[in-house]
Nanobody
Framework: VQLVQSGAELRNPGTSVKVSCKISGYTFINYYIDWVRQAPGQGLEWMGRIDPENGGTHYAQKFQDRVTFKADASTSTVSADLISVRSEDTAVYYC???????????WGQGTLVTVSS
């Protein structure tokens, strides 16, 4: 199982950023994918999840107005789009596979997003 994320991004405040996560090693639609981020010196922060089978999403309340998750079964890729970024969004963003009644078992390598003017 592999989750391979896109590379680091640098953005100005007020712009948007997209992080992608290409999945291999299992049937794409069989597991939800969660997105989690970690700001410098902070703990992990759960952003939400997507069901790759039907594109259904569940967002943490904090992010629901600014983030959109998508799943593309043709490329086995999920993505997270974050709009109106600000300095507080500087963090490493992770995708991770969710196993029911177990939690997150496989993680991407992380994508550093830096928001700075």
């Amino acid at each position: 199982v592999q989750l391979v994320q896109s590379g680091a991004e640098l953005r100005n405040p007020g712009t948007s950023v997209k992080v992608s996560c290409k999945i291999s090693g299992y049937t794409f639609i069989n597991y939800y994918i969660d997105w989690v981020r970690q700001a410098p010196g902070q703990g992990l922060e759960w952003m939400g999840r997507i069901d790759p089978e039907n594109g259904g999403t569940h967002y943490a309340q904090k992010f629901q107005d600014r983030v959109t998750f998508k799943a593309d079964a043709s490329t086995s890729t999920v993505s997270a789009d974050l709009i109106s970024v600000r300095s507080e969004d500087t963090a490493v963003y992770y995708c991770a596979r969710r196993v029911p009644a177990f939690g997150l078992d496989f993680w991407g390598q992380g994508t550093l997003v830096t928001v700075s003017s």
